[in-house]
């Protein structure tokens, strides 16, 4: 089992900044994909942004969070984070960490590529 925790959000005014980090703890002998899914009330989990850990560090970012937000990774940690600058009332959501231990086929942003999930952490930006 993987054990993924999350941290980092908040409440800000839109503009602001916040970054979130993903703790991964557990049977981390493999971990192909990386990356951060946001979902809010009434609309459906969408892929904000994800590291190829297992395919050379290939980074893919939502059209939306592009220029604003930037995913890495502290592979000595073993901790994901994602920066979040500019922000806009529209990026509020929980927003949950994943990992996936195996290529799969499938986008990026397909949760099925991914095997593990964090509980979520809330970012809610007000305007």
């Known amino acids: 089992q993987v054990q993924l925790v999350e941290s980092g959000g908040g409440s800000v005014q839109a503009g602001g900044s916040l970054r979130l980090s993903c703790v991964v703890s557990?049977?981390?002998?493999?971990?192909?994909?990386m990356g951060w899914f946001r979902q809010a009330p009434g609309k459906e989990r969408e892929g904000v942004a994800t590291?190829?850990?297992?395919?050379?560090?290939?980074?893919y970012y939502a059209d939306s969070v592009k220029g604003r937000f930037t995913i890495s990774q502290d592979n000595a940690k073993k901790t994901l984070y994602l920066q979040m600058n500019s922000l806009k009332p529209e990026d509020t959501a929980m927003y949950y960490c994943?990992?996936?231990?195996?290529?799969?086929?499938?986008?990026?942003?397909?949760?099925?590529?991914?095997?593990?999930w964090g509980q979520g952490t809330q970012v809610t930006v007000s305007s």
């Open positions: 994943a990992v996936g231990l195996v290529s799969r086929t499938g986008n990026w942003d397909n949760a099925r590529k991914y095997d593990y």
């Open positions: 590291i190829y850990t297992g395919s050379g560090g290939m980074t």
């Open positions: 557990g049977d981390t002998y493999s971990l192909y994909y």
